[in-house]
């Protein structure tokens, strides 16, 4: 039910994604072996297709491990951590840094962060099993909790029911109310927990569309609100999400559903001390090219560091890149090509990201809004951070304007100028005056654009089993794994999750003495 002064839903925000399951993970502590071996859990892709043999393992079998963001990262860790006996790890990464989109930024004309890419991280400790946050807490990071419950509409803040009635009046009101029942009938905080779990019914079936549901709000006002409410979440417009994944992003606004929390010192000193911890070779400005199975067994990967291609041989793969990078990538030998393609368009549900994160000489707005960040009826729904509040130490103010969908997508093709001009316009008339009245500065601004850089879930799809989102042809090439944000939900906690069950797969193989069964012992297109 709705508190009668503070809604939950209605009036806090939590932008970003969120990861749709914790319980289909194995117990921490329990021993990877346990879990069944990948091809054993997998069926057969035809009834063609015949067992695969068992071949002896050398002695430091050699994981490659292509993508240095969240994912490779978290493979790479898990599987270090995972593994009982030795082995060869290299991460390829192709940019200089490793983290991916996991990027705190310095300004240049003040020593002041913001976070460029992923912008907080979700709580799922409440109800048990966290996975991130255990890794948070492993890694010795202290926290700091974030939070916000304004929606500005119109011009006016509304952080309660009663301002609900008092803005939007009250069949708006009543409206928004009986969605908020329903959102809360159809899903538990339970339910919300358990729903990405393999054996939920949501995770097999093709989930109907968010737009039905919206329509059944109805009161022009409210519906618009609750649009407005989830779309930088859902990055993507809310009619083309299912309604599942629409539900899910309106009731993690209500911290008995999720909460959130930053990293103290910037999000990316998560990837900073996880990488060392990394008991790998890594090798940064190494892009892969492509990848193909090797007549004698194994993987070749041919990659350019700078001008001088080459190649190296593994024994297993794990591409841990975001999908939109996969097709960057060239798979050879018609089988394994035909399979990642059909993984490729299975997943390829592009949805969108713009910031912009703006440095003030100081924080001129934090007599009108608190929290560290609130949502603005602007540009189809957007979240504006203060990104300032991370630090109480900091005297500049910093905003950041975080868009999604096609408002993403059609301003990301202005000019950066014409992107910044954009978003101080969309400052709401009592901010603006707070600018002027402080005679506040704007010191610097930076865009950054992610289209097609997160994915989005529609109506109408369905979700593959987990096994055949991680291994996209398991008896031509079981030795070839994917790991993504993009098999969940766009999230960190999603891509912790698949790297751990990549880790665990490959991990009680190993355990076995044996490899997954070599390419070169099977003949294409079998
Ligand atoms: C604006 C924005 C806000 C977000 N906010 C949140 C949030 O609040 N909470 C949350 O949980 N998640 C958030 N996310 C999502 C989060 O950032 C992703 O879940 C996470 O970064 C995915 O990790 P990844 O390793 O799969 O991909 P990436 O982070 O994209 O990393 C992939 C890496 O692979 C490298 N690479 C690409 N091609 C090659 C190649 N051919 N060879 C070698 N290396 C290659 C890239 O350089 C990159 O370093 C946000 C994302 C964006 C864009």
């Not at 698949?498 to 997954?516: C, K, M, N």
């Amino acid at each position: 039910m709705l508190p009668a002064r503070r809604p939950s839903c209605l009036g806090g925000h939590i932008s970003g994604k969120r990861y749709l399951s914790r319980q289909s993970r194995l117990v921490p502590g329990r021993s990877s072996v346990e879990r069944e071996p990948i091809r054993a859990t997998m069926p057969p892709e035809s009834t063609t297709d015949t067992a695969v043999p068992h071949r002896p393992l050398g002695s430091a079998p050699s994981v490659a491990i292509v993508g240095g963001g969240p994912g490779g990262m978290f493979t790479a860790y898990e599987l270090q951590r995972a593994a009982v006996r030795p082995l060869q790890i290299t991460l390829y990464e192709s940019s200089d840094r490793l983290g991916g989109k996991v990027r705190t930024m310095h300004f240049k004309s003040a020593d002041v962060r913001y976070e460029a890419g992923a912008a907080e991280f979700y709580d799922y400790s409440h109800f048990g099993h966290d996975p991130l946050r255990e890794l948070v807490e492993e890694l010795g990071l202290p926290i700091r909790v974030l939070g916000g419950s304004a929606m500005v509409v119109d011009g006016a803040v509304i952080s309660s029911t009663d301002d609900v009635r008092s803005c939007l009046g009250g069949h708006a009101e009543a409206s928004l109310l009986a969605f908020d029942r329903l959102a809360r009938d159809r899903m538990t905080p339970s339910e919300f927990y358990a729903s990405g779990d393999d054996g939920h019914a949501t995770a097999r079936e093709p989930a109907a569309g968010f737009g039905a549901t919206l329509e059944t709000i109805d009161s022009a006002l409210a519906r618009r609100y609750v649009e407005h409410l989830i779309h930088s979440d859902l990055a993507a417009e809310p009619a083309q999400t299912n309604e599942t994944y629409g539900l899910q992003n309106y009731l993690m606004n209500d911290p008995s559903y999720m909460r959130l929390y930053g990293i103290e010192g910037g999000n990316q000193r998560l990837m900073d001390e996880l990488a060392a911890r990394l008991a790998c070779s890594v090798r940064t400005g190494c892009r892969v090219e492509s990848i193909e199975a090797a007549p004698s067994g194994g993987f070749v990967l041919r990659h350019s560091p700078g001008a001088d291609a080459a190649e190296d041989q593994h024994d297993l793969v794990v591409v841990a890149l975001p999908h939109d990078q996969l097709c960057k990538v060239t798979f050879g030998g018609a089988r394994l090509r035909e399979a990642v393609d059909r993984h490729r368009s299975h997943h390829d549900h592009p949805a969108h990201y713009l910031r912009v994160s703006v440095l003030f000489d100081r924080p001129f707005w934090r007599e009108s809004l608190s929290g560290s960040f609130w949502m603005l009826d602007r540009f189809g729904g957007c979240c504006m951070y203060d990104e300032s509040s991370r630090d109480p130490s900091m005297t500049h103010g910093v905003l950041g304007w975080l868009l999604g969908g096609d408002a993403a997508r059609e301003l990301a093709r202005a000019t950066d100028d014409e992107i910044v001009h954009a978003v101080l316009g969309s400052l709401p008339g009592f901010l603006s005056a707070a600018l002027a009245a402080n005679h506040s500065a704007t010191m610097e601004a930076r865009v950054h654009r992610w289209i097609g850089a997160v994915s989005a879930l529609p109506g109408g799809w369905t979700p593959m089993p987990l096994e055949r989102r991680h291994c996209p042809d398991p008896v031509g090439h079981p030795g070839f794994f994917l790991a993504g944000d993009y098999l969940y939900d766009s999230t960190l906690n999603g891509v912790l999750d698949s790297a751990e069950r990549v880790a665990e797969w490959i991990a009680a193989d190993l355990a076995e003495g044996r490899l997954p069964r070599r390419q070169g012992e099977h003949h294409e297109g079998t």
